[in-house]
């Protein structure tokens, strides 16, 4: 069994920054790419960022700039630094990670920008 945790979702204001954390535990042996994806409310969920476990990063377009990705491969975590974050993109932050020919998610955490 895999389990994904995520944390650091949060309150914050227009203009502010936030870091989502996510650590992967279970029956993992090697991680490749893990990542994030958010759903709005009345959205569908969408791809914000991914990252392998060579450093080669992906990013939406709507989050390029100012979202940053990186992972600890040694812990099997992988951060979202968020950063000039708007109301748009408020949403619930997913991590997500491919393996064993499966998706696994976490919970999800909520992140609201609002003054």
């Known amino acids: 069994q895999v389990q994904l945790v995520e944390s650091g979702g949060g309150l914050v204001q227009p203009g502010g920054s936030l870091r989502l954390s996510c650590a992967a535990s279970?029956?993992?042996?090697?991680?490749?790419?893990m990542g994030w994806y958010r759903q709005a409310l009345g959205k569908e969920r969408e791809l914000v960022a991914r990252?392998?476990?060579?450093?080669?990063?992906i990013y939406a377009d709507s989050v390029k700039g100012r979202f940053t990705i990186s992972r600890d491969n040694a812990k099997d975590t992988v951060y979202l630094s968020m950063n000039s974050l708007t109301p748009d993109d408020t949403a619930v932050y997913y991590c997500?990670?491919?393996?064993?020919?499966?998706?696994?998610w976490g919970k999800g955490t909520l992140v609201t920008v609002s003054s």
């Open positions: 279970g029956s993992i042996s090697r991680i490749n790419a």
């Open positions: 990252i392998t476990s060579g450093g080669t990063t």
């Open positions: 997500y990670l491919p393996l064993y020919g499966m998706i696994y």
